[in-house]
């Protein structure tokens, strides 16, 4: 499966614990990424400074869901299950 182009949800819904460009603390779940455009792709997508977790992250029927909310939805829920500081 292809990511939906402009959804943008992993680029905001999910935490990333390393530096990233502009972000050298890494980035909160919930805050749009640094190095998303106004059009919501990723400037990184493809570089070798793209952080591990962004590349690991592949569209599936399951995480993406029929529509960007959907995918919004699934990544808040999975951000929820694995982060420790989260209730």
């Given amino acids: ?8 949800a992993c680029c905001i ?7 990233i460009p502009g972000m050298p603390e890494g980035k909160p779940a919930g805050v ?3 190095q ?3 059009d919501n792709k990723c400037k990184l997508f493809g570089k070798p400074e793209r ?7 592949q569209a ?3 995480m ?3 529509s960007n909310e959907d995918a919004y939805a699934y990544l808040e829920r999975l951000e929820r299950l ?3 500081e989260r209730p």
């Avoid at 499966?1 to 943008?8: S, T, V």
């Avoid at 819904?13 to 530096?19: L, R, Y």
């Fill in 36 to 38: 998303l455009t106004q």
């Fill in 60 to 62: 599936s029927e399951e």
């Fill in 64 to 66: 993406c869901g029929v």
């Fill in 51 to 57: 952080p591990a977790v962004c590349g690991g992250l």
């Fill in 82 to 84: 694995t982060s420790p």
């Fill in 1 to 8: 499966m292809e990511c939906r182009i402009g959804c943008a």
């Fill in 32 to 34: 749009r990424c640094a």
């Fill in 13 to 19: 819904a999910v935490s990333i614990s390393s530096p």
